[in-house]
């Protein structure tokens, strides 16, 4: 009996050894990403983005928010753990040693005769005959008589000045960790019940892990199917137009197996209606191309539906079925257009090089879908080079707002936000109708835009110039500025049902070629994490150079500095081209706002390698013969224009928009002058 307890506790020991192996670990991860989880940021306080309800912090949402599945599993694990604990300690006896002395109440060393006293005082108390208390029997029985026996019996004695006991050599006692009720279990009983536990415990779990990890197989780090990659990298081409980008977006794994329900035909075909002018059909052969629309798959018509009324902001009107269909896509949306970027930039020409002009549409694409701005008021007009959509993202603004504000010549975005706070209220309210309430909504988002500076320059490390077959090393200082002076805050998204935070895309290209030659996402969201980074990008270049501790702790606090003021670095490799000068641009795109992008022009100048393998003397023909890099005169600057937005059809309107250079006027150059290879480049 006592062995079949002692089972049952080792059961029970074993099961907590089992919850606690991986649940102690977890829990203390848990925690310190919880107490090294970065501050929520700040934001937008419009009206607009007030009444979405993303942001409140309900009752509901909080507990929302801590009933994860993750969190209720840890929770109940940890009460079984507790029960267990307690009831093992319940449970468990404490193990004695046997003190034959102690027992008697008698000192060691006693004499027989007082050995015989206090038995018999005892057997008074404890006694079957004189106490019927089965304890009490148990006690006579086990302890007190074995305990006389030990004291008085000659080879009991012995036994017990041997071995410590009076029964002699005691064996080594080994308990199975198996519940008390299976050992009891005789015949087939047993052996069913002991192959059930085995299913529920083993084989179960190992189900529902082979199970896991299959459905796991089909998604990758960021959640985007396997199956996605492979079609985006399929349909993405070097020539496909920003227009175009929608038609290769909603092709997603994600999307085509969304389903498609005949309820929702009537919907869809009033949601048609209310799109048309959207969908780029062709108005000479509206019939065949609304015929053509609608023989696609139902789900890419479905799709391109349901975002096309997310961009021209009709989603009031979908059935509630296609609500839930619409926000599920909208979910998807940020993850699979970052996973597109990636497809666009991935190197694939022969010098391993991206694709700058998909890149751009995908980028644009991501703006209109959290702006909810449609893609065709890109289109320039109006001796507008931007278009409208950048004013379309303020609130309470409409075409009509455009054309009042544009009577005053306030016709570029950038205008409007150069503007003093006194006279942008008065054009807001004076001219074009809104009220005070509506003009501070206005002046709330425009704190909230931000404004991008890059300061680049590419050298090789250790050497004057840059030669032909060089690794060229990129260090690009990408700074952000806001008038409400935040660095880290979310984006003005009203339309868009999901926190967003905003990212930046830096990409060093060469427009003539549509090639990029260095591409990489910027974040400005962690404060901490971006500090680490510089500070070991900044130490490992100067002891590479043979920098002192000295000027290596000077260069780290520098750089310490410039991220918590909003900075972020960033720093690429690529091996230098050929011999000449090399038109690049460097361009810094939002993928949240629209018109906060930054470009900026400048030449690469890579010198001839020596044939003794020996770096060349750089011809002494002013800085411009000693540069590895150099800035484009403002001539020159005017040339390079393909960064800006292909949805005009106007060819005129579209070489005008060179002159625009940067979308918010934040990038700028200190001088016209040629510069040093070492030295940066204000942008």
Known sequence: MA????????????????????????????LCHAATKKAKPIHCRCSGCHRSGKYRKSIYKKISNFSTWSNLTILVLWIVVIFLVYYIKLSSREVQVFEPYSILGLEPGATESDIKKSYRRLSILYHPDKNPDPEAHTYFVESISKAYQALTDPTSRENYEKYGHPDGRQGFQMGIALPKFLL?????????????????????????????????????????????????????????????????????????????????????????????????????????????????????????????????????????????????????????LEELVKIALLPRSPHGFGWLRPAIGVVELS?????????????????????????????????????????????????????????????????????????????????????????????????????????????????????????????????????????FWLLLADTASNEVWLSQKVSFMDEATAITAASKAIQDTQEALGASPREIGVAVREAVDRVKKGSRLVMGKFQAPAEGNHNLTSLCLCDAWIGCDSKTSFKLKVLKRSRAGTRAHVPEEGPVAEDGIEEEEEEEEEEYDDYESEYSDDEEEEKNKGKGKVANGAAHKKADSDIDSGSDIDE
């Open 3 to 30: 062995a079949a307890e002692e089972n049952s506790s080792l059961f029970l020991i074993f099961i907590l050894t089992m919850i606690a192996l991986p649940l102690v670990p977890y829990t203390i991860m848990r």
């Open 367 to 503: 703006q209109s879908i959290i702006q909810a701005v449609p893609l065709s008021a890109r289109k320039a007009g109006g001796g507008n080079s931007e278009g409208i959509a950048p004013f379309l993202q303020l609130p309470h603004f409409s075409e009509a707002t455009v054309k009042k504000i544009a009577r005053k010549k306030i016709r570029a975005f950038q205008e409007l936000c150069d503007m003093s706070q006194v006279e942008r209220a008065a054009l807001l309210t004076q001219v074009a109708g809104l009220s005070e309430e509506e003009a501070q909504d206005v002046e709330l988002v425009l704190e909230m835009v931000p404004t991008i500076e890059v300061d680049i320059r590419c050298e090789t490390e250790g050497e004057e110039g840059i030669q032909e077959g060089d690794v060229v090393t990129m260090y690009a200082w990408v700074s952000l500025q806001r008038r409400s002076g935040l660095i880290a805050a979310l984006p003005h998204a009203p339309c868009f049902p999901f926190h967003r935070e905003e990212n």
């Open 184 to 336: 009891n279990m005789d015949g087939a009983s047993g052996g069913i019940m002991l192959l059930g536990i085995v299913g529920l415990c083993i084989l179960f779990p190992l189900m529902i892990a082979v199970i896991y990890l299959s459905r796991s197989s089909k998604y990758t780090g960021n959640y985007v199917m396997h199956q996605t990659l492979s079609t985006y990298y399929y349909f993405m081409k070097p020539s496909l137009a920003p227009s175009k980008v929608m038609d290769v977006f909603i092709k997603a794994a994600e999307y085509m197996e969304m389903p498609v329900r005949r309820s929702d035909d009537e919907p869809l075909q009033k949601l048609f209606v209310a799109v048309r002018s959207e969908l780029n059909l062709d108005l000479k052969n509206i019939r065949t191309e609304q015929a053509k629309f609608w023989k696609q798959h139902p789900s890419l018509v479905k799709m391109e539906l349901l975002i096309q009324a997310h961009l021209t902001r009709e989603s009031f009107a979908l059935s509630p079925a296609l609500v839930k269909d619409y926000r599920h896509m909208l979910e998807l949306a940020p993850r699979l």
